[in-house]
T-cell receptor, first 114, second 114 residues
Framework: NAGVTQTPKFRVLKTGQSMTLLCAQD?????MYWYRQDPGMGLRLIHY???????AKGEVPDGYNVSRLKKQNFLLGLESAAPSQTSVYFC?????????????FGNGTRLTVT | GQQVMQIPQYQHVQEGEDFTTYCNSS?????IQWYKQRPGGHPVFLIQ?????EVKKQKRLTFQFGEAKKNSSLHITATQTTDVGTYFC??????????????FGSGTQLTVLP
């Protein structure tokens, strides 16, 4: 049982480049989330989805877009990367809303924007 | 918006000493979750507290939820090197609606010296 799988694990971008981070879960969870983790700031929610075909903004959505075309996949896109987007990105999923069930996290993607 | 403060940011202890991290919210919470993140790893769910004044134990770990549901603590008795990592609290804002979003504290990084 793979759980939550993120690809890639590492990526280096130049300012202005674009990329897509892929998250896949095999637990049939309805809810999926993208977080970023920066030193001393905990985990901040970027975007989330409450089901296939739905997306919503979290705490820090600017500069990111997401799509949930299939229930098991949640994609995070950076259209024009900026150095401020250097961070570790975690995808997570939960069976129901995150306040009522545990979050299952992927292993993370370390992104550096130069 | 809701803020969740966590202290201390760092804690160094000798193996065998006790450790406590505290979490305080600016608003009343519906519930609170605790996660552990090993160095280089991803957050892993430990426990959820829902009731006012609730106390739960997991072996050497004791979790408490305050009577006013605005604060929580995690206490580890007789730390071991396997306890090393960052401990996060995450509280649910009752006004977050169907998405039931969590707000994470900034975490307490625990170092255990052998």
């Amino acid at each position: 049982n793979a759980g939550v799988t993120q690809t890639p694990k590492f990526r280096v971008l130049k300012t202005g480049q674009s990329m897509t981070l892929l998250c896949a879960q095999d637990m049939n969870h309805e809810y999926m989330y993208w977080y970023r983790q920066d030193p001393g700031m905990g985990l901040r929610l970027i975007h989330y989805s409450v089901g296939e075909g739905t997306t919503a903004k979290g705490e820090v959505p600017d500069g990111y877009n997401v799509s949930r075309l299939k229930k098991q996949n949640f994609l995070l896109g950076l259209e024009s990367a900026a150095p401020s987007q250097t961070s570790v990105y975690f995808c997570a999923s939960s069976y129901v809303g995150q306040g009522n069930s545990p979050l299952h996290f992927g292993n993370g993607t370390r992104l550096t924007v130069t | 918006g809701q803020q969740v403060m966590q202290i201390p940011q760092y804690q160094h202890v000798q193996e065998g000493e006790d450790f406590t991290t505290y979490c305080n919210s600016s608003t009343t919470l519906s519930n609170i979750q605790w996660y552990k993140q090993r160095p280089g790893g991803h957050p892993v769910f430990l426990i959820q507290l829902v009731k006012s004044g609730e106390v739960k134990k997991q072996k050497r770990l004791t979790f408490q939820f305050g009577e006013a549901k605005k604060n929580s603590s995690l206490h580890i008795t007789a730390t071991q090197t396997t306890d090393v990592g960052t401990y996060f609290c995450a509280g649910e804002d009752p006004s977050s609606g169907s998405a039931r979003q969590l707000t994470f504290g900034s975490g307490t990084q625990l170092t255990v010296l052998p």
